[in-house]
């Protein structure tokens, strides 16, 4: 499917209804899922940080319901075990052979939940189909969908119960995404809307409704693919990834895989804006997003309070922006 106007309109406009469904049920979030949809498109996992309340989970359950995705959720506690997650072989006396028993991880869209409240042995039991598409268990490997994607949530680190996600866990994902409370006017009209008792966890009740499938979400990142980025374009890329590699402020920069995945999400901003080409500003609504939780801070800079969000806009304003 080449990358003609009408398509990309299509697409465009299936994001716009995404929007709208989602809006039926969260208020207030339209950027984070918009980069959510993003994730999607460019086949990427997605992790939402927030405090308890702000609608993670609500909004996952609801994203994966207007997809048309099967989906599971996993609760992650502290006694979660990795068979939990993949599954395990069972014996069958009847049939004197072992059977395998799928675990949650065979899906479409997986629920993460609460990930930090697990520790990092458990949490491990997802890196091979984050990175792979598949699983391994008693050395037989299992191919997984091809529209597979991890959505995660967690809580902010300092609080009670949990653990820290190790650096290769997080640099699975593509986005890490916090989640902020609503605006004044967005929590009104929260009450305002679920204030008759209807509530938000009833999705049928909300007449939130399917808008695409599999099938729609395999073409369009065919589509995504096809797409050229300019030299230009390319050149501004790594050089916004190399320059978290040379500040004095960062024990350690982006790598060559967030390079990549810098240039793969600005390719499906763009196309989710009904253009075939990619421009400096769809590079910068996702730049932070990808290199926020992959760079480490010094411990200097940290005790002075600088963030990864300063240290990345100020690369962001320090680097020329190609014409």
Not at 16 to 38: A, F
Not at 72 to 91: A, E, V, Y
């Amino acid at each position: 499917m080449e990358a003609t106007d009408d398509i990309l309109q299509a697409i465009c406009d299936l994001k716009n209804k995404i929007l709208g469904e989602v809006r039926k049920v969260v208020m207030g979030q339209d950027q984070t899922t918009r980069l959510c949809v993003v994730a999607l498109f460019t086949g990427g996992h997605i992790l939402l940080e927030g405090v308890p309340g702000t609608a993670k989970t609500l909004l996952m359950r609801t994203l994966a319901r207007i997809l048309n995705l099967d989906f599971k959720r996993i609760q992650f506690t502290p006694d979660l075990m990795p068979s939990d997650i993949i599954g395990t072989n069972i014996f069958n006396f009847q049939k004197n052979e072992f059977i395998l028993s799928k675990g949650p991880i065979f899906t479409q869209f997986l629920l993460a939940d609460e990930i930090n409240r697990t520790p990092p042995k458990t949490q491990s039991a997802l890196l091979q189909a984050m990175q792979e598409n598949e699983v391994t268990i008693d050395g037989t490997t299992y191919p997984l969908s091809d529209v597979y994607m991890v959505a995660a949530t967690q809580n902010p680190i300092e609080q009670e119960g949990t653990y820290p996600l190790p650096e290769a866990q997080l640099d699975r994902f593509l986005f890490k995404l916090i989640v902020e409370y609503p605006s004044r006017e967005d929590e009104i009209l929260m009450v305002q809307e679920h204030q008759h008792g209807l509530g938000q966890k009833n999705l049928d009740a909300l007449q939130v409704r399917p808008v695409t499938n599999m099938q729609t979400i395999c073409q369009i990142r065919k589509t995504i693919h096809r797409i050229t980025i300019s030299e230009s374009i390319i050149g501004y890329i790594v050089s916004l990834v190399r320059k978290t590699r040379e500040n004095p402020l960062l024990l350690c920069g982006g790598s060559p895989r967030s390079t990549m995945m810098l240039a793969h999400a600005a390719k499906t901003s763009a196309v989710l804006e009904g253009r075939g080409y990619v421009i400096p500003d769809d590079v910068k609504m996702v730049y932070r997003h990808i290199l926020g939780h992959r760079i480490l801070i010094t411990p200097s800079a940290q005790i002075e309070g600088i963030t990864a969000n300063k240290i990345l806009q100020d690369i962001v304003e320090q680097t020329p922006v190609p014409r």
